[in-house]
């Protein structure tokens, strides 16, 4: 079945690093999607890509839909004490499929 | 515009129990979709439903179904519960198969099972 490898699991940084993170899954998606999840939440969508090579920017965070339609990456530049939290890739292999999600990278910012 | 509304927010039962959890989607959007939530699991989808019907199920035994209404609201039930149901549970809603899907969250209904 579909499967997502989100890595790393956890990130520990400084403030005012930058963070990257990445998804792979074992099948072409059509649809790459970045979430944030804070405490008690439910996760918040950050970034939709629907084209592969798509570069998309939110802020201090950026997306990518990987060429090979296989991968997707998310970069956060100088972070900040509320970039912590739990961050989901997640795809859909075609428009009418379920979407599936990572297990997440949880995201500690040191003081 | 309200976002997806989840109750109840907690919720304890005991093994062998029954559990009914409902969400009320945001206004317009027709598709809703349940997650289970465990530390360390990530999110494994349990279903989706559109127009009253099923459209997608997740690797879940039976013990776990769920329904959608005609005004979109949705609720899911868990039988006979087992320690391994103790989650977080989320709904979350969208405009449809085959309309860019972004999921909008809930947030969750938290599911203890002593």
């Known amino acids: 079945g579909q499967q997502l490898n989100q890595s790393p699991q956890s990130m520990f940084i400084q403030e005012g690093e930058d963070v990257s993170m990445n998804c792979t899954s074992s099948?072409?998606?059509?649809?790459w999607l970045w979430y944030k999840q804070d405490p008690g939440e439910g996760p918040v969508l950050l970034i939709a890509l629907y084209k592969a090579g798509e570069l998309t920017s939110n802020g201090r965070l950026t997306a990518q839909f990987g060429i090979t339609r296989k991968d997707s990456f998310l970069n956060i530049s100088a972070s900040i004490p509320s970039d912590v939290g739990i961050y989901f890739c997640?795809?859909?292999?075609?428009?009418?499929?379920?979407?599936?999600f990572g297990k997440g990278t949880r995201l500690h910012i040191l003081p | 515009k309200a976002g997806v509304t989840q109750t109840p927010r907690y919720l304890i039962k005991t093994r062998g129990q029954q559990v009914t959890l409902s969400c009320s989607p945001i206004s317009g959007h027709r598709s809703v979709s349940w997650y289970q939530q465990t530390p360390g699991q990530g999110l494994q989808f349990l279903f989706e439903y559109f127009s009253e019907t099923q459209r997608n199920k997740g690797n879940f035994p039976g013990r776990f179904s769920g329904r959608q209404f005609s005004n979109s609201r949705s609720e899911m039930n868990v039988s006979t519960l087992e320690l391994g149901d103790s989650a977080l549970y989320l709904c979350?809603?969208?405009?449809?198969?085959?309309?860019?899907?972004?999921?909008?969250f809930g947030s969750g209904t938290q599911l203890s099972v002593l």
């Open positions: 099948s072409i998606f059509n649809t």
């Open positions: 997640a795809g859909q292999e075609n428009r009418d499929d379920k979407i599936i």
């Open positions: 979350a809603s969208s405009l449809g198969p085959g309309l860019n899907e972004k999921l909008f």
